[in-house]
């Protein structure tokens, strides 16, 4: 596992390899600037600056060699600026030439991520790129974020045979015993009672994958209350209503939701920001056996809502209503919920873009701000209330799932609705979870997508708050 600390480093005037940055404005005078030496060299390999291109450029010696490589815009470097060129350049520390990284910092990490861990054999490759900076104080906040983007996308890597409801909880532990939170866990037949949609999905998982709602306090009693909740749905067959082969592959990754919120938590803990964080992740696997739970079966919500089911393979709009409900009981100010919802997103938004819904419009506004500012864009979807008959029954409060196959991410967004607390700000991500095809510094597999973004918006309120 890479130790994000050591692949940037303050500038202290130590040796380093230097990488000149050019866009396609800036190239033709940088050019002129350089030697006859190295002019031919670029001439040579028929050098342009577009995308991430890049090019070694030779020295008066064998050691004293230099990188270009050309970005979009020189005076404003994106998260992604140096991702694709921080695996391919040989070990050892590099500087920019005459700028800070600043964003690129992020990039610089994530384009050295790497999951091997069911690799039999360590790929051979060279040790750390470390990048330099003056700008000393951006480190640490860039390294929690990398973290917890790696946490991400190793969770959502992980198999569902060794990522069930019981490795979720450890992974719960072992971040809330670093920070000094407070770990209670209610699983198998106890959620009957409490948490009876938890439990419904869950059931007819095998005893080592039982069901659990694992929960983290941590902060003072008198700071503002914020709640996460992530759907942690370990494995995703479909239930009764299976899956097809092709629809049930990338199933390990339903518990995205879960890693999001995790992954999160960890980030508020570690940076000791100001608030009561209650984090909640209602972790289940959706089987199949003579105990699972049926089509047109009624649930009772530990809200007291009855839900009829429509459909088994719409479970995670289940575990986390029992979710939300637990959350809202504490009377937070804000609940932010991330969830592998609906296939009904991505088809509205492709893989790149969680479908962002927020019952108030400032707290939209400031995710998608958020989102702008870290390079980890949302989009945000209509709460319209318009589709809430789609989940109307015959025989219960609402159903699961909805009567048409319209508007699938909106009525499932409805549905949690239903469960959130009077007064409260809250958002709910519709998130994927995965890039089915690598891009610099984003690497095919498990993928943060608006962590970053929910990250910059709490930053913003409460960091501010605190500050007055």
Request: hydrophobic fraction near 45%; glycine fraction near 10%; proline fraction near 5%.
């Amino acid at each position: 596992m890479t130790d994000y600390s050591d692949l940037i480093q303050p500038d202290k005037g130590q040796d380093a390899r230097t990488i000149h940055l050019v866009d396609k404005k800036s190239y033709d005078d940088w050019l002129k600037g350089r030697s006859a030496r190295e002019r031919a060299a670029l001439a040579a390999m028929r050098y342009k600056p577009d995308g991430y291109a890049h090019a070694i450029l030779p020295g008066d010696d064998a050691e004293s060699w230099s990188v270009v490589t050309a970005v979009a815009n020189v005076d404003n470097l994106s998260a992604w600026c140096l991702a694709k060129i921080a695996p391919l350049l040989p070990e050892g520390r590099y500087r920019l030439d005459g700028r800070q990284p600043g964003k690129a910092l992020f990039g610089w990490m994530s384009g050295q991520y790497r999951f091997d861990a069911y690799r039999s054999k360590e790929e051979a490759g060279s040790g750390p790129r470390v990048l330099l900076t003056a700008d000393v104080g951006a480190i640490a906040p860039m390294v929690a974020e990398m973290r917890a983007t790696a946490l991400v996308r190793d969770l959502v890597n992980t198999p569902g045979a060794d990522m069930g409801p019981a490795e979720l909880e450890k992974v719960a532990e072992r971040i809330a015993k670093a920070h000094g939170g407070k770990l209670t866990v209610t699983k198998g037949e106890a959620l009957e009672q409490g948490y009876p949609m938890i439990h419904a999905v869950g059931r007819a998982a095998a005893k080592h994958h039982a069901p659990r709602l694992i929960e983290i306090h941590w902060g003072k009693a008198d700071h503002p209350r914020v709640a996460l909740i992530g759907k942690g749905i370990s494995f995703d067959s479909g239930g009764l209503d299976i899956k097809p082969a092709s629809g049930m592959r990338l199933m390990k990754k339903d518990m995205g939701g879960a890693a999001h919120a995790l992954a999160l938590a960890q980030l508020i803990m570690e940076s000791g920001l100001p608030v009561r964080l209650h984090c909640l992740v209602a972790a289940a696997e959706n089987a199949i056996s003579g105990d699972a739970f049926r089509p047109g079966d009624v649930l009772k919500s530990r809200k007291g809502l009855t839900v009829e089911i429509g459909n088994t393979d719409a479970e995670g709009r289940l575990v986390l209503g029992d979710a939300l409900t637990k959350a809202g009981e504490e009377a937070p100010e804000l609940l932010v919920d991330f969830a592998t919802l609906t296939g009904a997103a991505r088809v509205a938004l492709g893989p790149d873009l969680p479908a962002l819904y927020a019952n108030e419009d400032a707290l939209a506004d400031d995710l998608l701000a958020g989102g702008i500012d870290r390079d980890d864009p949302v989009w945000r979807m209509p709460l319209w209330d318009g589709y809430a008959d789609l989940l109307e029954t015959d025989i219960a409060d609402l159903g699961n799932a909805g009567s048409s196959s319209f508007a699938g991410s909106i009525t499932a967004a409805l549905f949690l609705k239903r469960f959130v607390p009077d007064g409260a700000a809250w958002a709910h991500f519709d998130t994927f979870a995965w890039r089915p095809s690598a891009k610099p510094g984003r690497p095919k597999g498990g993928a943060a997508l608006g962590l970053r973004a929910a990250w910059a918006m709490l930053q913003a309120r409460y960091d501010r708050r605190a500050k007055g």
